[in-house]
């Protein structure tokens, strides 16, 4: 079983950046797509953007143009490593977020989303 661990949360003031990491150790050959989730207080959660093995990125509306998803080594490494760099942050970009990981098959871009991580906190704030 895969167990995403995420790191680099916190507090920023709009119009900053943050990167976001999440080491992915047990990937298996079934564990074809990566993502970054978020959701906000009281808001449903949403993909923000999703990388699979074929290098295949996409990214939500509200997150394209500002934020970067990446990996550091392909998805057969034993400890695989997510990044997202967000940049010109806006106030509604706060939220958890969340590194999921899983197989072909599901709602997101043709993934789906079988293990997740226990989030990072962003709050973009004056």
């Known amino acids: 079983q895969v167990h995403p661990v995420e790191s680099g949360g916190g507090e920023v003031q709009p119009g900053g950046s943050l990167t976001l990491s999440c080491v992915i150790p047990?990937?298996?050959?079934?564990?074809?797509?990566l993502a970054w989730f978020r959701q906000a207080s009281g808001k449903e959660r949403e993909a923000v953007a999703v990388?699979?093995?074929?290098?295949?990125?996409?990214?939500?509306?509200s997150a394209k143009g500002r934020f970067t998803i990446s990996l550091d080594s392909g998805l057969d490494s034993a400890k695989a490593t997510l990044h997202l760099q967000m940049n010109s942050l806006k106030p509604e970009d706060t939220a958890m977020y969340y590194c999921?990981?899983?197989?072909?098959?599901?709602?997101?871009?043709?993934?789906?989303?079988?293990?997740w991580g226990q989030g990072t906190q962003v709050t973009v704030s004056s």
């Open positions: 990388i699979d093995s074929d290098g295949r990125i996409s990214y939500t509306d």
């Open positions: 047990g990937a298996t050959e079934t564990t074809n797509c």
């Open positions: 999921a990981a899983g197989p072909y098959g599901g709602p997101w871009d043709g993934c789906d989303f079988s293990d």
